[in-house]
């Protein structure tokens, strides 16, 4: 009976140990100026298969996200936060989707755009 419950025990332990080596949190800037900009950016990502957590920081521009390693990752997650209006440090948002945008959400893209003429550039 001893075997079994140090069995039990140990399989939970392994179990729960494997779970918390899946999980992964990263830190992030998303543009963005205020709080309907955090419920969308918190939203989107919240949305991707895998994200178990999301929280902006309307002061620092930083998104903190924890996730699933193996059912996603930062790319993905980012992606789907520009989808929805909002540029990140890999994916910057449609034009035609940042533009519908409410005005008070609409953020200093210059950043963004001069690293995209740069790019253009080169070609």
């Known amino acids: ?19 918390f080596a899946q999980t992964k ?15 969308r950016i918190e939203k989107a990502a919240k949305s991707v298969d895998g994200v178990i957590n999301a929280n902006w920081e309307q002061e620092t521009k930083m998104l903190t996200v924890k996730f699933d390693t193996k059912k996603t990752d930062v790319h993905k997650i980012q992606m ?6 909002h540029d990140t440090p890999m994916h910057k948002a449609p034009d035609d989707v940042y533009n519908s945008l409410p005005g008070c959400c609409h953020y200093d893209r210059s950043d963004t755009k001069e690293v995209k003429k740069s790019d253009s550039h080169m070609h």
């Open 1 to 19: 009976m001893k075997t079994k419950v140090l069995l039990l025990i140990g399989m939970f332990l392994f179990g729960a140990s494997s779970v």
């Open 80 to 85: 789907a936060i520009a989808k929805v209006g």
């Open 25 to 39: 949190t990263e830190k992030f800037e998303v543009k963005g100026n205020c709080g309907m900009c955090k419920a």
